[in-house]
């Protein structure tokens, strides 16, 4: 079954230090997000990506983050300056019809800032 | 402010009975219902969709939806220890919106 790959698995980085999360989405999936998960806290929406330009945002996703599809296969996800309440796990998910058809979430990406 | 509740629990149930899993969302024109189960430190693992009234089955899994009361519940039958996980409910509020999630009921069946 095709599925989202993440990498790295895990990221540790210093406080104001750049970090780029990297995404493969199913193939033939055209809709692609990132939520965040603090531990011990819920899934929270960051940002939706569809036809090479960010569809909707949420206020998390402010002028630190930028999302991009540099190539036809990858997502990225930087953020810029980290602090530490960016601590957390990183989803990629993507879905074949955006909004009200169900997401694919990759393995995540936990990010330690320290 | 768009919200989906959902008890934390922890919800405990002996191995073979039924788990019922309530959400209640904010938004009656919302469209699009999902149950997500999610193993510690693990991702989100989609388990059913529901997008009409009624019930919807699948294996050991009956979803239900009741857009009147804005309730959507999940039923697990016979309960199994490899259930044990947290199960979030997220709904998609209209059309192309991102979903929201709940913050999740974590489920315990004790052998």
């Known amino acids: 079954e095709p599925e989202v790959t993440q990498t790295p698995s895990h990221q540790v980085t210093q406080m104001g230090q750049e970090v780029i999360l990297r995404c493969v989405p199913i193939?033939?999936?055209?809709?692609f997000y990132w939520y965040r998960q603090i531990l011990g806290q819920k899934v929270e929406f960051l940002v939706s990506?569809?036809?090479?330009?960010?569809?909707?945002k949420s206020e998390i996703f402010d002028d630190q983050f930028s999302v991009e599809r540099p190539d036809g296969s990858n997502f990225t996800l930087k953020i810029r300056s980290t602090k530490l309440e960016d601590s957390a796990m990183y989803f990629c998910?993507?879905?074949?019809?955006?909004?009200?058809?169900?997401?694919?979430f990759g393995n995540g990406t936990r990010l330690t800032v320290t | 402010q768009k919200e989906v509740e959902q008890n934390s629990g922890p919800l405990s149930v002996p191995e073979g009975a039924i788990a019922s899993l309530n959400c209640t969302y904010s938004?009656?024109?919302?469209?699009?219902f999902f149950w997500y189960r999610q193993y510690s430190g693990k991702s989100p693992e989609l388990i059913m969709s529901?997008?009409?009234?009624g019930d919807k089955e699948d294996g050991r899994f009956t979803a239900q939806l009741n857009k009147a009361s804005q309730y959507v519940s999940l039923l697990i039958r016979d309960s199994q220890p490899s259930d044990s996980a947290t199960y979030l409910c997220?709904?998609?509020?209209?059309?192309?919106?991102?979903?929201?999630f709940g913050k999740g009921t974590r489920l315990s069946v004790i052998a």
């Open positions: 998910a993507s879905s074949a019809e955006g909004g009200g058809s169900p997401l694919h």
């Open positions: 193939s033939n999936h055209l809709y």
């Open positions: 990506f569809y036809n090479n330009e960010i569809s909707e």
């Open positions: 938004d009656r024109g919302s469209q699009s």
């Open positions: 529901i997008y009409s009234n």
């Open positions: 997220a709904v998609s509020f209209s059309g192309n919106t991102p979903l929201v």
